[in-house]
Every structure is written in structure tokens, then in C-alpha cells.
């Protein structure tokens, strides 16, 4: 069993370099034709519902917020000149395309400010960006008109692909000391199904609709990293007991591959005891106990040993392989109640139709037998 560090809440500023990394992938995946034109009729537009010059303007005053709070905020000039192109940006495309090369030059100055001043901010804000990119990237391939299904199908199969996938648990592992160990552990099992599912499935939906699991599953992970939303959130009373019932189950299987030792233990101070009683009188062994506490009490002491550090020893030993054991349940329930892919890919094939039509027939061993044998300028390379 794997050693589970301390939970702990992220910490404030890696949780503002992953936001901040977020945001601005977020921002520069945007396209105004692509975002509402007008607010919905007799209601007050949300962030969702905004029209589009409205909408890029908040995402943009968000992620200059977020970088003004780590220290490195845009100037107020600047920030004009962003604010301006943001709002001309759906009625022109030289001002949409100005905006996205400023929002691109301003994600190389972040990076490169938060890695001079330290690398952990450096590495949080490439983890936002990552998370964030799973998403965007799969989207922006539904551009393509001529086969929407093909491009979706391969982007995914690259941005899990087995590089990027390993990139991301590298900055996971990376930060574990400042964000919480079941959050990294969650989002690194997800991200192996991914990769795995991927490999030989397709999307249920090659459409904007279809991929709002893929949406839904990245927030699952920024809100899992940046400590938005406790793990424990994600699941109510039934999984909660589910959670106790694996640990119990745990606990079970590590007694049964543990119960030889135990039980060997068990006789070895059975038979010494035997062997003392046979040797020894009840009258030698209560004589004896004297000297005997007399010589090891004394060494107890120099050691700072007693009947009560021994016990409490053994109870924090006791509590933490029980926390261990929970916060391992914890993470599994979690990591199967919060995984999307299945609601992303189609099921995969059953195995003897992968076989029948992703592979050769074999042919009967008399007519392998039987068969040529291919020369050597027709042999397979």
C-alpha cells in the first residue's frame, strides 16, 4: 500500500497561479461569433449569457484580478488597450485577432514572472493552463467542418496522449506538498482512464453538446487542485458508506495476507511462555519478576519509556493506518463517482468484435501447415 501524506488544503498561492493559468487558456480559446450576440429576453444575463464583448471584457477583468493578486498585475494602460480590443472584438475580426495575440504575449510574460520568482507558482500556473487545454483543444477541432467526428476522435487521443498525460502527473507530483494529496491522487487516475479509454473508443457526440461531460470533468479537476471544492463534496451519504465499506474490505484482505505472520507470532511467544512455565516455578517466576523490573526499569527510564508512551505509541500507530486506510477508500470512491469518460466515449467494443474485424482470421493449423511459404523479397519488413 501506497504512503498517503497529510491532507491539506491548497495553498493560496499556487491556487491563484492555477486560476490564473486557467483563465487565461480559458480566454484565449474564446471566439466572439461563437458567444451569445444579445442577453436572453426579460432575464438578467449571467456569465454564460453574456453577449460577447461584455462576456470577453469579464473574462478578461477576472484574470487581470487573479494577476494582480499574485503581485504581477497588468499596468492600468494596458489593461485599457485589452479592455478596448475585448469590446470591439465581435464586430471586428482585426480587433479580435489583436486581442488574442495581446492575451498570448501577456501568457508568456506570466509564465516567465512567475518562474523567475518562484518555480512551484511557475509550475501551478502551467498546471492551470494543462487542465484547462484539455477541454479547449478538443473544442476548437469541432471547427472542422469536413468531418468534425475524425478531428475530435484524434485531438483526443493527443491531449491524452501519453507525453502530455505524463507532463501533467509530473507537475501533479511536483506540487503534492501544496495541494491536497487526495486531489493529485484523483486527477492522476483519472487521467490514466482517459488515456486508456481513448485508445479504442470514439465520441458518443461529435458536437459542442456532446463534449460538456469533457467540460465538466476539467472543472471536477480545477476544483479538485485549487481546493475550490473539498473531495468530500463530490459525494453524499450512500457514497460515504460505500467509502467505510471499502475500507473495511481493506482492512480485510491486508488481515488476510498478514493472518500467517500473525499467527506465527502467536505460537513463538506461546511455546516461550510454555517453555518458561516448564522450566520455572510459579514461586521462581513471581521471585524473579523483581530483578528483572528492577534492571529493565531503570533502562525504560534512560530510553524514556513507559507503560503509557508505549500505549500511546501504539494508538497513534493504530490511527494513522486507519486514516490511511479511509483516506485511501476516500479517494477510490471519489475517483469512480466524479470519472466522465463513459459519458464522453461511446462503450468499447466487445472483445471478439475487436477481434473479428480489427484483425486477420487464423487460419486451421493443416491449412497454415499447407500453406507456401512467402520469399524473401515478399516477407514483411
Known amino acids: 500500500m501506497n504512503a498517503f501524506a497529510p491532507r491539506r488544503s491548497t495553498e493560496e498561492q499556487i491556487s491563484g497561479a492555477i486560476t490564473l493559468g486557467w483563465r487565461i487558456a480559458v480566454l484565449y480559446s474564446m471566439r466572439a461569433d461563437e458567444l451569445p450576440s444579445s442577453p436572453p429576453d426579460g432575464l438578467l444575463p449571467m456569465r454564460r449569457s453574456l453577449p460577447a464583448a461584455e462576456r470577453l471584457v469579464l473574462e478578461l477583468r477576472a484574470a487581470a484580478g487573479d494577476a494582480g493578486r499574485l503581485g504581477i498585475g497588468l499596468e492600468p494602460g494596458k489593461l485599457d488597450e485589452l479592455v478596448d480590443l475585448a469590446q470591439r472584438s465581435p464586430a471586428c475580426d482585426d480587433a479580435e485577432a489583436q486581442f488574442r495575440d495581446r492575451i498570448r504575449a501577456w501568457h508568456i510574460d506570466l509564465?516567465?514572472?512567475?518562474?523567475?520568482?518562484?518555480?512551484?507558482?511557475?509550475?501551478?500556473?502551467?498546471?492551470?493552463?494543462?487542465?484547462?487545454?484539455?477541454?479547449?483543444?478538443?473544442?476548437?477541432?469541432?471547427?472542422?467542418?469536413?468531418d468534425p467526428r475524425g478531428h475530435v476522435t484524434r485531438e483526443l487521443r493527443r491531449v491524452f496522449g501519453r507525453e502530455r498525460v505524463e507532463r501533467v502527473k509530473r507537475l501533479l507530483d511536483d506540487l503534492q506538498a501544496k495541494i491536497d494529496p487526495a486531489a493529485v491522487r484523483i486527477v492522476k487516475q483519472h487521467l490514466t482512464a482517459w488515456q486508456a479509454a481513448v485508445r479504442d473508443r470514439s465520441p458518443r457526440d461529435a458536437s459542442r453538446a456532446g463534449l460538456e461531460a469533457l467540460d465538466s470533468q476539467v472543472v471536477i479537476w480545477f476544483q479538485l487542485v485549487t481546493g475550490d471544492k473539498e473531495p468530500e463534496a463530490f459525494i453524499g451519504h450512500d457514497d460515504r458508506a460505500r467509502v467505510r465499506g471499502t475500507m473495511v474490505e481493506r482492512m480485510l484482505r491486508a488481515y488476510q495476507r498478514n493472518w500467517r505472520n500473525l499467527l506465527a507470532g502467536?505460537?513463538?511467544l506461546a511455546v516461550l511462555a510454555a517453555g518458561a512455565y516448564g522450566l520455572l516455578s510459579w514461586d521462581a517466576l513471581k521471585a524473579a519478576r523483581g530483578p528483572v523490573l528492577a534492571i529493565l526499569s531503570p533502562l525504560a527510564g534512560a530510553l524514556g519509556l513507559s507503560f503509557t508512551s508505549i500505549a500511546l505509541t501504539v494508538r497513534k500507530s493504530l490511527d494513522a493506518r486507519a486514516e490511511l486506510l479511509w483516506n485511501t477508500a476516500l479517494v477510490e470512491v471519489i475517483a469512480t463517482k466524479t470519472l466522465r469518460v463513459d459519458d464522453v466515449l461511446k462503450p468499447a467494443p466487445p472483445h471478439g468484435r475487436r477481434m473479428a474485424f480489427g484483425l486477420p482470421r487464423r487460419r486451421p493449423h493443416a491449412d497454415r501447415r499447407a500453406a507456401p511459404a512467402r520469399s524473401a523479397r515478399h516477407a514483411p519488413s
Open 266 to 268: 502467536a505460537l513463538t
Open 111 to 146: 509564465q516567465t514572472m512567475l518562474w523567475a520568482d518562484q518555480e512551484a507558482t511557475g509550475k501551478a500556473y502551467e498546471l492551470g493552463s494543462f487542465l484547462s487545454d484539455t477541454s479547449n483543444r478538443v473544442v476548437l477541432e469541432l471547427r472542422r467542418a469536413d
